[in-house]
């Protein structure tokens, strides 16, 4: 089974993103940061596939992340997904300059979830249509 | 300058219900002329930089539970203030963003901010009205406010 990494520090967020990937035939890992996301990706084997990850948060923000991952080799077959209310045009480039693969923004639907996983090639289109 | 607008803050409200809280459209927002009256539970993001203000929601008690209820799939007596907490300051978090996204590039938004008010106050000195939006969700009140800091112009 595919593997997703979920990373926001509400629980209430991480909880939909559970159900949705979940229900796109993931097995889903949480963190609540950046620093416990890199901490979590220590312990794990295989790799998750993608990590889905908030913006604003405490200790370790997802730009951070996303910036720590790049920069080691070992996880660059991980896809990096941002999911957050960070709409500024200026920020979406920094996170896509910094490694992310895709960006989604808050709030969302399960169906913009399933398609930028699919257009990912993580998960067949039409998935949740 | 563009500032939010009340419109702006219902098509806002309107798309996290739908997304979070109500996607059946069953139990939508339901915007009011009437003061929701003494909010019990208070969440809010800060807005700073280009833009200074904040973006405050509040809730009676009962609206705040249910909020939790719903964005945690809980049944509503399984809710704790741990919860509700975590299901308002992320309800702001995304309003607040999306109407950060309605300001001038170069603004910041911070993490959420949840209080219990037990006294009745309410108040932020330092900042005026822009724009509030109130209502209620199954009968329970709820308002959204936008806030600028007196100093922001």
Known sequence: MPTALVIDDSRAMRLILRRIVTQLGFEVHEAGNGREALELLETLDPMPQVALIDWNMPEMNGLEFVTAVRSQERFRRMTLMMVTTESEHGQIVRALAAGAHEYVIKPFTPEAIAEKLALLGLVPSGTMS | ?153
């Open chain 2, 1 to 153: 300058m563009t500032t939010p607008t009340i419109d702006d803050l219902q098509a806002i409200t309107e798309q996290v219900w739908l997304s979070y809280l109500d996607p059946e459209g069953i139990t939508p927002f339901l915007p009011s002329e009437e003061s929701p009256g003494m909010p019990c539970v208070l969440a809010t993001v800060s807005v700073t930089g280009a833009w200074d203000g904040h973006v405050v929601m509040t809730f009676s008690q009962k609206a705040s539970r249910l909020s939790a209820s719903a964005l945690l799939g809980m049944e509503e007596e399984e809710v704790s203030i741990d919860d509700i907490a975590d299901a308002v300051g992320e309800l702001v978090n995304v309003i607040g963003g999306n109407v950060k996204s309605l300001l001038p590039d170069g603004s910041l938004l911070s993490l959420p901010h949840v209080a219990t008010i037990d006294e009745g106050v309410n108040k932020w000195p330092a900042a005026v009205e822009v724009c509030r939006l109130q209502g209620s969700w199954q009968n329970e009140p709820i308002a959204i406010t936008v806030l600028t800091s007196k100093s922001s112009g």
